[in-house]
C-alpha cells in the first residue's frame, strides 16, 4: 500500500509539473501577443483574431513572397508553394505569438507584425527555406533585418526555391 501510495504521490508531481509548463506556455513573450490564425492569404499576409476578438489582416514586416492570389495578375513560380508553406508553418486555428511592428500600419492598414510559432520567426523561416525575399525595409521597423538578410544570404547561396531561377528574385517576381 505504501508503494502504491508514493507512486501516486509521484504520478500527481509529475503531472502537476507538465501542467505548470503548459500555463508557462501560454504566456506571450514580452513584446507580443497570443493571436490565433483564422487563415493563411498568401505567403506574406495572414488574417487573425487578437484576444478581444477583433479581426486583423496582418502582412509579415521585412518580407516579400512571389504572387498567388493577386487579382488580375497571373500565380507567379513558387507563390502557391509559398503560400502552402505559410500555412504549414501556421494553421487555421493555430494560437501563435505576434510582435506587432512600430508603425503597427501600412499605407493599406494591414497590421505589421512578425509571427512566431515555437519561439520561431515566421517570416525567417519563409526567408531561410527560399519562400521569401527581404523586402519593404522602412525605418524603423527593421528590427530583425540583420537575422533575415544573414538567411537570405544563406538561401541565395543554397540556390533554395526561388533563387534556383537566375534573376527571379532580382526582377522583383515581375520577369518570369
Known amino acids: 500500500m505504501k508503494k502504491i501510495l508514493i507512486l501516486l ?22 513584446g507580443r501577443e497570443l493571436v490565433t490564425i483564422e487563415r493563411v492569404v498568401d505567403g506574406d499576409t495572414v488574417i487573425v483574431h487578437l484576444e478581444d476578438g477583433t479581426r486583423e489582416r496582418v502582412r509579415l514586416l521585412l518580407i516579400d513572397t512571389p504572387e498567388s492570389v493577386k487579382p488580375d495578375t497571373e500565380v507567379q513560380p513558387f507563390g502557391e508553394e509559398a503560400s502552402d508553406f505559410a500555412k504549414e508553418l501556421m494553421p487555421e486555428g493555430e ?82
Open 95 to 176: 494560437t501563435v505569438e505576434m510582435e506587432r511592428g512600430n508603425p503597427d500600419r501600412d499605407d493599406y492598414d494591414r497590421m505589421l507584425a512578425y509571427i512566431w510559432v515555437d519561439d520561431e520567426n515566421v517570416n525567417q523561416i519563409l526567408v531561410e527555406e527560399g519562400y521569401a525575399r527581404v523586402a519593404f525595409v522602412y525605418e524603423p521597423n527593421t528590427k530583425y533585418l540583420e537575422e533575415l538578410e544573414e538567411a537570405e544570404e544563406e538561401a541565395k547561396e543554397n540556390g533554395e526555391n526561388i533563387w534556383s531561377i537566375p534573376g527571379y528574385v532580382e526582377s522583383r517576381f515581375h520577369e518570369y
Open 9 to 30: 504521490a509521484l504520478l500527481f508531481l509529475l503531472t502537476g509539473c507538465e501542467l505548470l509548463d503548459f500555463l508557462e506556455d501560454s504566456e506571450p513573450t514580452d
